[in-house]
């Protein structure tokens, strides 16, 4: 499935994000706008940035995988 079609089941939730350049990057993807993902990154200590990031950029976006524990901490 290509991820313009995976885009809608993931919006508000965490995915990483494989750019054309190489580089990625992960956030919550909050929605898409005007041909771009709007995604909600941490930036550090309490501060956070939605960022925008043109489809023409894109080479991937996929969820997180769930996290398993099998032990209580």
Not at 46 to 71: E, R, S, W
Request: charged fraction near 10%; aromatic fraction near 12%; proline fraction near 7%.
């Amino acid at each position: 499935m290509s991820w313009q079609h995976k885009i809608r089941y993931l919006i508000g939730q965490p995915v990483g994000i494989s750019l054309s350049n190489g580089q990625g990057t992960s956030g919550i993807l909050c929605g898409v706008a005007g041909g771009k993902l709007l995604v909600l990154e941490y930036l550090y200590q309490t501060q956070f940035a939605l960022k925008q990031y043109d489809f023409h950029m894109i080479q991937d976006v996929n969820g997180f995988p769930p996290c398993y524990n099998p032990q209580p901490l």
